[in-house]
């Protein structure tokens, strides 16, 4: 079964709302990435938080990881139409092994 | 800097043929990743090489295989394909392994079909 388990599985929000999706995760990890996917298309980086961190922002985005609970979060304020896309998670095992695991993802709708 | 590039970005083959997929890591990069996509599945990780050594193998079966050159460009191999093997294939590139805290870097992928 999948490392990462995003939550919800779909969401859809008026564009200027927040948009939070959540992640859990099974064992412990280096580090967790969130990433974005437009529909069929490849995956774009958007953030890395490593295990040692609690929370990050990069301009809209602000993710947190609670390593405790193993799961973490990835906000986005003031959404627009843009922002709809495919979210996935990712973690890097802390086992050894060279892999980043993704999680089904949570798909966002952005209505304009 | 070019990013990370996969050919061809689409294919269509009947069951039973083979196919090479090849994806090139941005310049400097030694580690690439192969992941299928499909919509009942999600993305499952296939294999990562580093340094022309595979680092770690998903759950597939020998019919996928792949291999890194000394130009860290990376093939993967389908063969007797499947209707099941219909997939996005993506492959992604770090500096380090995946493990080592490094951002991956996406292709657009490769949208294979099994007919």
């Known amino acids: 079964s999948q490392q990462g388990e995003e939550d919800p599985q779909a969401l859809s929000i008026q564009e200027g709302e927040n948009a939070t999706m959540n992640c859990s995760y099974k064992t412990s990890i280096n580090n967790l990435q969130w990433y974005r996917q437009n529909s069929g298309r490849g995956l774009v980086h958007l953030i890395l938080i490593r295990s040692n961190e609690r929370e990050k922002h990069s301009g809209r985005l602000r993710v947190t990881l609670d390593t405790s609970k193993k799961s973490s979060s990835l906000l986005i304020t003031a959404s627009r139409a843009a922002d709809t896309a495919s979210y996935f998670c990712a973690t890097n095992p802390d086992t050894g092994g060279f892999k980043t695991i993704f999680g089904a993802g949570t798909r966002l709708f952005v209505k304009a | 800097k070019a990013g990370v590039t996969q050919t061809p970005r689409y294919l269509i083959k009947t069951r039973g043929q083979q196919v090479t997929l090849s994806c090139s890591p941005i310049s400097g990069h030694r580690s690439v990743s192969w992941y299928q996509q499909t919509p009942g599945q999600g993305l499952q990780f296939l294999f990562e090489?580093?340094?022309?050594?595979?680092?770690n193998k998903g759950n597939f079966p020998g019919r996928f295989s792949g291999r890194q050159f000394s130009n860290s460009r990376s093939e993967m191999n389908v063969s007797t394909l499947e209707l099941g093997d219909s997939a996005l294939y993506l492959c992604a590139s770090s500096l380090a392994p995946s493990g080592a805290r490094s951002e991956a870097f996406f292709g657009q992928g490769t949208r294979l079909t099994v007919v």
């Open positions: 090489y580093f340094s022309e050594t595979q680092r």
